[in-house]
T-cell receptor, first 111, second 115 residues
Framework: AQSVTQLGSHVSVSEGALVLLRCNYS??????LFWYVQYPNQGLQLLLK??????LVKGINGFEAEFKKSETSFHLTKPSAHMSDAAEYFC?????????FGAGTRLAVHP | DTGVSQNPRHKITKRGQNVTFRCDPI?????LYWYRQTLGQGPEFLTY????????KSRLLSDRFSAERPKGSFSTLEIQRTEQGDSAMYLC?????????????FGPGTRLTVL
């Protein structure tokens, strides 16, 4: 069965530091992968997606993610964290037209 | 394109009451999804429509839950005889052909509290 594992339920970084949020998936078919961000009491906003083609995907707000088939990973990165990046981040894999989500990683950014 | 909208944003009800939520998808989107999210967890799939046809329902969707999309536009999710365990955020998402079969855009959610 397809699944998503997000390593680290909480990540804390300093403003200006590298952000790295980890996501590993299991899928029996070539996966479609997504990262979403959720601010408190709001819905999910699509950050970026990988479907086919280039394995390094750029998204909104300076985020990017790299699909690595050999490692079954789709880690999210941002070179320099901003205070406004503090939120919950969800990795998801598409299975039969529905999304299977990881448990989420809460990112805290401190001055 | 005004995005996916959901109403109400918040609902407080007493155990045993019925509640109904509405979702208006992005206008040209033919696919509509409902998810449930509990505190500290990722969203879990409930059900999925393509146009007016309900194509899949999760085992999470008990007999007390029913969803409709009568004209292939807006959708409603009804919960009958609510229980405290139904307290959660209910999220609606939509997707269209232009974005590809898997991409989904989410609404702001309806937070349900069952007392």
């Amino acid at each position: 069965a397809q699944s998503v594992t997000q390593l680290g339920s909480h990540v804390s970084v300093s403003e200006g530091a590298l952000v790295l949020l980890r996501c590993n998936y299991s899928s029996s078919v070539p996966p479609y992968l997504f990262w979403y961000v959720q601010y408190p009491n709001q819905g999910l906003q699509l950050l970026l997606k990988y479907t086919t083609g280039a394995t390094l995907v750029k998204g909104i707000n300076g985020f990017e993610a790299e699909f690595k088939k050999s490692e079954t990973s789709f880690h999210l990165t941002k070179p320099s964290a901003h205070m406004s990046d503090a939120a919950e981040y969800f990795c998801a894999v598409s299975v039969d037209n529905k999304l299977i989500f990881g448990a989420g990683t809460r990112l805290a950014v401190h001055p | 394109d005004t995005g996916v909208s959901q109403n109400p944003r918040h609902k407080i009800t007493k155990r045993g009451q019925n509640v109904t939520f509405r979702c208006d998808p992005i206008s040209e989107h033919n696919r509509l999804y409902w998810y449930r999210q509990t505190l500290g967890q990722g969203p879990e799939f409930l059900t999925y429509f393509q146009n007016e046809a309900q194509l899949e329902k999760s085992r999470l969707l008990s007999d007390r839950f029913s969803a409709e999309r009568p004209k292939g536009s807006f959708s409603t999710l009804e919960i009958q005889r609510t229980e405290q365990g139904d307290s959660a955020m209910y999220l609606c998402a939509s997707g269209g052909r232009r974005e590809g079969a898997s991409t989904q855009y989410f609404g702001p959610g309806t937070r349900l509290t069952v007392l």
